[in-house]
């Protein structure tokens, strides 16, 4: 589907434009200048207004970025847990810094705040779902699974 | 009404009020920067924060409203400790560069650190470091000096329902920023200049052209002159101190001349021509069928607007070019010729109210006369600035005149400075040329005042004229989507970008309030009331230039210099 399909199913329904806005992440990854300003004619906002939607939330990315979001939990139960050795291991794995993508298009790193899973420190999510209890020897294996 | 006691003293206002509006009936001044009094609450600068007793926390005067038997405390240790850290907090990220800030001198935030005596800042200085935006011809941005107040948000939004400013990203990373946070040029921004009256610090200015100004006066071969809006005069007072209107015109025409300026003219003589040209161009479409309602085309931003967001109405606009390009046609031609100077020697400045001028005059098809037609354009402001530099006292300084020819006006040239203007001063003219009788009282009150959509009918002996006037964008945006959908009843309509009329345009004295707006209008109506000749048609002048140069109002002449075409804007992003 074009981004316009996309958002054409949300018309006409309250708040319509934060769920056609994770339809575009999910078809794109991040939220393209075309598809924000077609999401302001649909919901009768003006660019700028649909644009500080877009950027509003730290889930939604204006800027290109890879189709997998690897997100690591930046707050404190995951820190002390030893999150930067998962930082690290995710670089290194990745080969790209945080805040980074891949050439091939298909990972993104990104920090995350808590998500309420710090019964399992330290945490990654990927394209929103949660690993718990990770470790830098996990990473090779749970990224495979996206390659 | 409400009884409360502010600082042991007893108030009564009428339900709804603030603390901010009930203490200032008792005479007791809060401090504010996100409040502007003619935009909605933000509370988000929090600098007005008071001690209401039976709360635990401050609360914000701006947004509090008052309840009977309330007891409030505006300058207590800990409400003045509070807003003390407030300002020292947007403080800690505001560039401390106010002496080279365009608005030294007149800045909400520095009169509050003046106030609050801040000195020494305990928390870390850390400017933000944006790349300044000076993208466009009228205004720039420097996004580091922002408090994020959002006042300019509103004024480009509710006010000239323009949007091409909003926010991005969330709290310590917030910013406002042109649409899709791109450079200003690339937005749908009209260059009215309201964001700069609105803005409380420098974060928003006009570009200023003072030392092109300068260059120009510095250099032996050029004949430097000037054309002055109707709207500067009443305003330009403010700029020195003297009240609103209060400079009179000659003493007005004498300081120009001490900065320099070799020849000074006036733009209401092209407002005059304006309405000969227009005025036929209404009878004309009348007469003939042509598009109706026909629209007004002296204000920039209004151009630039219609460019932007309505493309499919561009042939409902006057193809009148505005006074100022009127005259910077006729300077390097008519006058040149007759003066005797060699066009190519003439430096042609415009003092306008106005910012989008800036942007007018830079507009490639602005060249008829075989040059650009007007070189440079001066705000207000930037003239206020010029006469403080030159150390002028005007209430000492001897009176002068124009310069003949271009120099003179009537009433109805005057009155272009403010909403409705225009079309009355169309009105005076038409109604004698349609009707050939005299018309005695030649004021059209239904046109005045800074209401936001005005509309009068008009008999012209038998023949009823449907007019409407707006001023604000917002305004003229509801009349514009009634003639789209071919709903609108009427045959001339005048649109100003600002509100006011150009009294209140983005290039004129800071202007914190509507008020001023008002005050200005009534100067203006009062110049035009003191002129002997108040129809547009009866400046000798005027006479003379079709006599000798024109010969016909829309006649060939006046096509090849003063008449135009629009072109759609066509902006990717609205």
Redesign the interface.
């Known amino acids: 589907m074009d981004y316009k399909e996309i958002i054409a199913q949300y018309d006409g329904k309250a708040g319509g434009i934060i769920e056609a806005y994770h339809a575009l992440l999910r078809e794109f990854s991040y939220l393209p ?1 075309e598809a ?2 077609e999401a302001a004619r649909i919901f009768k906002l ?4 649909a ?2 939607i877009a ?4 889930m939604f990315s ?1 800027e290109a970025r890879g189709k997998n979001v690897v997100r690591i939990c930046e707050s404190a139960p995951c820190h002390v847990a030893g999150a930067s050795d998962v930082v690290a291991a995710l670089e290194r794995e990745l080969g790209i810094k945080m805040g980074e993508s891949t050439a091939d298009g298909k990972f993104a790193l990104e920090f995350t705040e808590c998500v309420g899973q710090c019964q399992a420190t330290p945490v990654i999510t990927i394209n929103g779902k949660p690993y718990l209890d990770v470790s830098p020897a996990k990473i090779p294996a749970i990224i495979a699974e996206y390659k | 009404m409400v009884n409360l006691t502010i600082d042991g003293i007893k108030v009564s206002v009428p339900e709804g009020s603030t603390i901010l509006q009930a203490a200032s009936e008792v005479g007791i001044k809060i401090p504010t920067l996100c409040f502007h009094p003619d935009q909605s609450i933000k509370a988000n600068c929090r600098v007005c924060v008071c001690e209401v007793e039976g709360n635990r926390l401050l609360q914000a005067a701006c947004a509090m409203p008052v309840f009977e038997g309330m007891v409030v405390k505006t300058r207590t240790p800990k409400v003045l400790e509070a807003r003390k850290t407030i300002l020292e907090l947007i403080l800690s990220n505001h560039p401390q560069d106010c002496l080279n800030c365009i608005r030294n001198g007149n800045c909400e935030l520095q009169d509050l650190a003046q106030e609050y005596c801040i000195r020494e800042n305990p928390f870390e200085y850390k400017v933000r470091g944006f790349e300044k935006d000076f993208s466009t011809p009228s205004l720039f941005r420097d996004q580091d000096k922002c408090i994020l107040c959002r006042r300019c948000v509103e004024v480009c ?1 509710v006010v000239q329902s323009v ?8 709290g310590y990373d917030s910013m406002v ?5 791109k450079a200003l040029i690339d ?1 749908p921004c009209i260059m009215c200049g309201q964001c700069i009256h609105a803005c409380p610090v420098g974060a928003i200015g006009e570009i200023e052209q003072i030392d092109e100004f300068l260059a120009a006066v510095a250099n032996p071969d050029k004949v430097v002159i000037t054309q002055i809006a109707p709207a500067v005069r009443v305003a330009i007072a403010e700029e020195v101190g003297m009240m609103t209107g209060e400079m009179p015109m000659g003493t007005f025409v004498q300081g120009l001349r001490q900065i320099g300026f070799d020849h000074v003219l006036h733009t209401n003589f092209t407002a005059d021509l304006t309405i000969l040209e227009e005025g036929n161009e209404l009878l004309k479409r009348l007469k003939e069928g042509g598009t109706l309602p026909m629209f007004t085309s002296c204000s920039p931003g209004w151009i630039n607007f219609c460019e932007t967001f309505y493309p499919d109405l561009l042939d409902n606009l006057s193809t009148c070019k505005s006074p100022q390009q009127m005259f910077g046609a006729l300077v390097k031609t008519y006058w040149a010729e007759k003066m005797g100077i060699d066009p190519a020697n003439i430096y042609s400045v415009s003092i306008m109210p106005c910012v989008a001028k800036k942007f007018e005059a830079a507009r490639p098809e602005m060249n008829d006369s075989g040059y650009q037609d007007v070189d440079l354009v001066l705000t207000t402001r930037e003239i206020g600035r010029l006469f403080r530099m030159s150390g002028l006292d005007f209430s000492r300084l001897p009176a002068s005149d124009f310069d003949s020819w271009m120099g003179k006006y009537t009433g109805a040239a005057v009155i272009f400075g403010a909403s409705g203007g225009v079309m009355e001063a169309a009105l005076r003219t038409v109604y004698e040329v349609v009707t050939g009788k005299t018309l005695e009282d030649v004021n059209f009150v239904a046109t005045r005042g800074i209401t936001g959509i005005k509309e009068a009918d008009v008999d012209l002996d038998g023949t009823v004229v449907k007019v409407a006037i707006a001023n604000g964008l917002a305004n003229a945006r509801k009349l514009m989507e009634q003639v789209r959908a071919g709903e609108s009843p009427y045959h001339f309509i005048e649109i100003m970008a600002c509100p006011g009329g150009c009294i209140g345009g983005g290039g004129q004295p800071i202007t914190k309030a509507n008020v001023k707006r008002v005050e200005r209008i009534e100067a203006i109506y009062a110049e035009d009331a003191g002129l002997p000749l108040r129809k547009s048609h009866d400046n000798p002048e005027v006479k003379t230039l079709y006599e000798e140069f024109l010969h016909e109002p829309l006649g060939h002449k006046s096509h090849e210099l003063l008449h135009t075409h629009y072109h759609p804007k066509n902006k ?3």
């Open positions: 200048e924000i300003a003006s660019t700028a207004e644009y500080g950027t509003f939330y730290s204006v | 939004s949007n091409a400013l909003g926010l991005e990203g969330r920023v042109p649409t899709l946070g937005s990717k992003f609205l």
